[in-house]
């Protein structure tokens, strides 16, 4: 008959106490045998003609133990806590600086993976954490308009509709709004070309934000009155001296007068969601803010970036579904409207949301390469601990606790964490400034990025978790080593046992994994990268310079005279020596100003059709196409003789036009109206291929081009095709222009290149730092299996000496030591290849032109891994292949 199972609980619970007895016993055995040792030598000495207390200390000294002994004396139960804390710092200051390199090597490697993560924490918290400089802005949020079926989620608001938001909604405790512009500062020593911003009366108390001097506007600035305008604190400071009687004085913009009526203080600014609303993708902050001079009544057209302020305790879904109710009634008033809608978002997810998928791809990256850290130290510092094993089962012996022994090894593994926090402080501080050197136009707050109080405490908080990281494992083991066995050891037997050999390949396998996982993500990348790049843009960009020209509204009203300046500009810069060719346009690729959308007309199709519509507009000189080397598919381009201002209005379109809207048809002869910008028919006389025009990596949309000889723009850019240096075409273009108009400012000057590299830099700068943090996880998983391998040879010296002397070859020798950092390492790449491909998903919104599962970039990652697994055991084994069996076996 069986006993209860509750009896066979109690039988192991009093053979677990019985096993613990004998352990203590046999500790204090040997603790009093130690003693005796001791003692013996001590006798030995005095007879030699020491002083007593000198013969003692030389006893301690030979044994090894007068460290340990020192230390166990200090284990008193009376000691204050706080002071058994401090004890434990000064004796872990002084290991560390016994063992020099052991601290180095432990310190820079943390210092790495810190630094690393607290610059990239730094960047997250400038972007995403910080607030925005605005009063209360939790409740600020933007307002645009939306037209599903025409394929916007989110649109610039029509002035009209914007007006009507504000009057009839009961969500929003402020609603206004700006519309991005060019404006040219005349008067001044040096004409300027100022970005700008037409805005709502109440622009500013939307936004929360006091002026520094004088005020903002009021319902008197509207037209028709007096013209004013507000300065940036930076204009105020380059153009006017910083002259506080600034207030009240005129300035004029664009051939008008303005007063000037307030000074913003610094660091104000608007971060446009120019990702968003396809703003422009250059320097976009405004310098200067006047009123909207006309009255907001057009619904056509939209241009307006809509901001409002929640009243207290309104939720988003609240004040979307108010805004959607007035849309309603708008949408029944005005049947022109009823394809568009509304969206309410916040302003900070606005602006911040396009970068927040990269950042957290860069903080993913910089947590694995501070987890491979992790790993190294933590191997480092299990070998440094089977090294003082016998200082731990002396201090046992001698009464310490295990606590107190797990206790002080996790104080030395915060101080390296410490020091290694320190120095990746500084290494953080360095990154930083490279980081910011990218001047990224896609990363928005990059003037806002710091080493703050909120970084460093990250950095301090990362650094405490990170040695206890490290430091768990050594202080585990060593708080369970055997008294007995280790204290019987001799000063050359220090090996590890089983267990212990098996915690460090696991580490072994964990850095290999996680490096196989980044390198894995670097690949993809740097493929999507390589692709992009190979990306044609539909023109050729070499030797073309690029200039932007606004022209003032006064003197240039007339369509003629617009039409004759730049029929002017670029005639007399065609005639320079050195230059190829010479073309302007409005809606240059990769260019700074709005990319604007119009509605498109075919005739004889139904209304329903033409509803769905929708194509980019770009006004473009005669020989834009022939300069831009953009390949004609059917047709002809424009003529100056046949496409003048009396002659058939005409367009081009592009063959992304043609195959959403005449697929199957003969597009020459057809006709197409644009509006709101004509009711006039317009002919089509040719196709061109498709160009990139705001990214490599986007589609590309419908497009239509009418001749500036039939529409002449009130801004444009000059497209010069030359093989002179820049200096030289920049002093002839500031030449050739002020002969024409002195007052006309020449801004953003940039080579056709150096824009289409400005729009790939987001994506480059991801690339770069994964590339380079895969880099480094790859150095230190190398460094690690090469440890383990080294360390592993070094216990084992006895046992190669031994096979060697029973006949093993050189060679099979190692191959074993081989097999010891080839086999981790190889279970670490297969953890890795299947953590790499549930993670790549993540990352498919970075790649372009890769598949997250890419077969040859995860075969080539393999293939590296290995062979750098392969060259780091190789090291290693080779001096073990080399070990001399006689002196392998004296040694011991």
Known sequence: ?????????????????????????????????????????????????????????????????????????????????????????????????????????????????????????????????????????????TVCESNLRRGYQQILVAPANLRDWRERNSVFEELGGQMYSSLSLTGVEKPQQLNAAYTTVNYFSVLGVPPLLGRTFAAEDLPPGPAVAVLSYGLWQRSFGADRAIIGKPITLSGKLHTVVGVMPPGFRVYPPAAVFGLPTGKVQAELWTPYPSLMNDRTNRYFLGFARLKPGVTLDQARADLGGIVDRIKRE??????????????????????????????????????????????????????RRKEFAIRFALGALRFRLARQLLVESLLLALLGGAVGALLAYAGLKGFLAFQLAGFPRLDEIRLDGPVLGFTLLISVLTGVIFGLAPAFQASRQDLNDSLKESDYATGEGQGRRQVRYLLVVAEVALAMILLAGAGLLINSFVRLAHVSPGFEPEHLLLF?????????????????????????????????SVCTAYGLPFGTMLNSLIGVTVEGRLATEQERLSAGWRVVSPNYFETMQVPLLVGRTFSEKLDTANSTPVVIVNEAFFRKNLAGEDPLGKRIRLFPLSTNWHEIVGVIKDIKLTGLDRPAQGEVYQPDSQRGPWMFTIAIRSSLLPREIESMVRREVAALDKDLPLFNLRSMDEAITTSMAPRRFVMMLVGLFAGLALMLTAVGIYGVVAYTVSQRTREIGIRMALGASRNGVLRLMLRQGIIGALVGVLLGLAGSLALARLIVSQLFGVTPADPLTFLLVVVLLMLVAAAASYLPARRAAKVDPVVALRTE
Not at 94 to 107: C, E, I, N, W
Not at 354 to 360: D, G, K, T, V
Not at 559 to 572: A, E, N, P, Y
């Open 1 to 141: 008959m069986n006993e209860p199972e509750s009896m066979n609980w109690l039988r192991t619970i009093l053979l677990r106490f019985r096993a613990l007895f004998h352990k203590r016993k046999l500790d204090a055995e040997m603790a009093e045998e130690m003693r005796a040792h001791v003692e013996m030598q001590t006798q030995e000495n005095l007879e030699a003609g020491m002083a007593p207390e000198e013969a003692h200390h030389a006893a301690l000294r030979q044994f090894g133990w007068a460290e340990s002994i020192k230390e166990t004396c200090r284990d008193q139960r009376g000691i204050p806590w706080l002071e058994q804390v401090l004890q434990d710092v000064r004796y872990g200051l002084r290991m560390l600086r016994k063992s020099p390199g052991f601290t180095t090597v432990a310190v820079l490697t943390l210092a790495l993976g810190i630094g690393a993560n607290t610059a990239i924490f730094s960047l997250i918290n400038g972007l995403l954490l910080r607030p925005l400089p605005y009063r209360e802005p939790e409740r600020l949020v």
């Open 548 to 580: 932007d020209v606004v022209l003032p509204g006064r003197e240039y009203r007339e369509d003629t005279k617009r039409m004759s300046l730049v029929s002017q500009v670029r005639h007399q810069l065609q005639a320079q020596p050195g230059v190829k």
């Open 334 to 387: 005005y049947p022109t409207q009823k394809d568009w809608g509304s969206s309410v978002q916040p302003l900070k997810e606005q602006i911040v949301g396009s970068a927040r998928a990269a950042l957290q791809l860069l903080l993913g990256a910089v947590g694995f390469v501070l987890l491979i850290a992790c790993a190294n130290v933590a191997n480092l510092s299990l070998a440094r601990a089977a090294g």
